[in-house]
Every structure is written in structure tokens, then in C-alpha cells.
């Protein structure tokens, strides 16, 4: 289990059981790089077009960031 600590001020959040949050939010599914490709850039919405550049452009950035650890 993590602890949330992003307020500067006043108590972080505490995590809830699974029963006290809304039944939607087990359904949620983000496609992964991988998917996003085998479907094809040309067939992706608009929504899934966006994930994937967020998903190429943290993989650029990871990428970069281990070749300037190497070196």
C-alpha cells in the first residue's frame, strides 16, 4: 500500500476500503502502448489518439533518461 502525501497542509486522504468507492471506477481499462499500435494510429479516436501520444512521448522521456544514466 502507498501513502498519499501531495497536501502541504492539513491530513492526506486515507484509503478507503474497495466497498466505499463507485462500482465504475474497478470497470476503468486504459489501453496500453502496445494495443494503441496493433490497432493502427489511423484507426484510434481522438481519446485513444491522445493516450497514445502521452504513452510514446513517457516512453521517449524514460528512454532518454536511461541513456543519460549509462553514459
Known amino acids: 500500500m ?4 501531495f497536501l502541504q497542509a492539513g491530513k492526506d486522504p486515507t ?3 474497495d466497498t ?3 462500482e465504475w471506477l474497478w470497470s476503468l481499462e486504459l489501453p496500453v502502448l502496445g494495443q ?6 489511423d484507426n484510434l479516436t481522438p481519446a485513444e489518439l491522445r493516450r497514445y501520444y502521452q504513452l510514446k512521448s513517457t516512453l521517449k522521456i524514460k ?9
Open 2 to 5: 502507498y501513502v498519499l502525501s
Open 15 to 17: 484509503i478507503q476500503p
Open 20 to 22: 466505499e468507492y463507485p
Open 36 to 41: 494503441l499500435n496493433a490497432k493502427g494510429v
Open 63 to 71: 528512454t532518454q533518461n536511461e541513456e543519460k544514466a549509462v553514459s
